[in-house]
């Protein structure tokens, strides 16, 4: 006995003739005649084989005929003079009709266009076999539609609705009878440059590339956006994905839509961007504010802390003096080669000095400082 395994089956069944043919024949007495698409999907449904185990197991449909004897519903070869009849019929019911009426008709006796193709070609042809012509369509007899001050003002009504003009815009208001059809428009203007420069037209893009105008569109609007609400402001990238939720754009793909950088992107919204960490906090060293405002002391400056300079936020920055302070904890010996990329970053945009503090000599400090003055305060008030 010879197995094939099914790919649209679950895991660990296998088949063989007897089996296609017992689950076969429960689906032929449950649904009765059935073509061999509907006879295979109804087996899809109920998890069992597919066309091409059968064919693995039986080579075709003929031989699993006759050994299953399930009957199919067979395709009707469709003669000339069978379409013919049925073409006169419905010229008969409607004399006026068009052709894709005519088609829709045609629908109803399961003949599709690929028939009409096959024996007739166009349906002109049928049409002229059972002496019939079709009437042009009354629709488009409106001579208002082909003069060129109302095509210049419809097409700029178009163009001031959607933004842009297109081909396929424009097919879009033939189907209502608004504008007359394509084919007639470059017949009367030549090509589309000729018809934009005499209808002063000035946004028109090809089909191929109206994809490329909305998705522009879409992420200057996202742009705008963010730079009326964030100009000269802190925010997180959390900021920036709750404003955007409605249009489906996340800071990334801003990202990755404008390129270069994500300073790039900081520079084009115009705001100051915060570094956090995943529970929301902002990333300050434990001894970092002592030190800073030891140094603030020492030397009578005023440091704005947590200073935004594009993506990177300084620990405390001197604007007077242009120089920027960085407090170095034991961590950052293991990331020497990023720090050297942040510091060459913030020197080009700033043009300042800046100093590296070493956690652990400035907390030794501090404490020789505090040590220094607890015996100053003890030696006073024992000489009172």
């Known amino acids: 006995m010879s197995y094939y395994t099914n790919r649209h089956v679950k895991n660990g069944t296998k088949w063989n003739k007897d089996i296609i043919i017992s689950e076969g024949l429960k689906i032929y007495q449950k649904y009765g005649k059935l073509s061999q698409k509907d006879f295979i999907k109804k087996c899809k449904e109920n998890n069992l084989f597919c066309e091409y185990t059968l064919i693995g197991h039986f080579k075709n449909w003929k031989l699993f005929k006759k050994e299953s004897g399930i009957k199919f519903i067979e395709k009707k070869y469709w003669t000339k003079e069978e379409i013919k009849n049925i073409f006169k019929k419905i010229y008969e019911s409607n004399p006026n009709i068009l052709r894709n009426e005519v088609y829709k008709e045609f629908k109803k006796y399961n003949i ?67 504008m007359c059809h394509k084919d007639k428009l470059l017949s009367k203007y030549g090509s589309w440059k000729n018809m934009c420069d005499k209808c002063e037209i000035k946004n028109f893009i090809y089909d191929r590339n109206v994809i490329k105008y909305k998705t522009k569109q879409k992420y200057n609007e996202a742009l705008n956006l963010c730079r009326k609400k964030f100009k000269n402001k802190y925010y997180t990238k959390e900021d920036v994905n709750y404003l955007l939720k409605e249009l489906n754009i996340d800071f990334y793909d801003l990202y990755y839509y404008y390129g270069r950088s994500i300073d790039y992107l900081i520079d084009l919204i115009g705001g100051f961007l915060k570094s956090k960490n995943k529970n929301g906090v902002m990333r300050i060293g434990r001894n970092e504010t002592t030190i800073l405002d030891f140094i603030e002391r020492e030397k009578g400056i005023k440091l704005k802390r947590q200073y935004p300079v594009g993506l990177y936020s300084i620990d405390g920055y001197d604007e007077e003096n242009n120089i920027a302070y960085e407090v170095d904890e034991i961590y950052h010996k293991r990331i020497k080669i990023k720090d050297f990329i942040r510091e060459d970053n913030i020197k080009k945009r700033l043009k300042c000095k800046f100093i590296r503090l070493k956690e652990s000599e400035y907390i030794d400090k501090i404490k020789q400082v505090m040590q220094h003055n607890l015996k100053n305060q003890c030696g006073e008030t024992c000489s009172t």
């Not at 009354?138 to 001050?149: A, S, V």
């Not at 700029?156 to 608004?178: D, F, M, P, R, W």
């Open 112 to 178: 599709t266009r690929k028939i009409i193709h096959n024996r007739f070609g166009p349906l002109d042809n049928l049409a002229k076999e059972c002496n019939f012509k079709f009437k042009k369509d009354i629709k488009y007899k409106n001579p208002k539609l082909y003069e060129h001050e109302y095509i210049k003002n419809k097409l700029q009504e178009i163009e001031n609705k959607e933004g842009y003009l297109a081909v396929s815009l424009i097919k879009e208001y033939t189907k209502n009878c608004e």
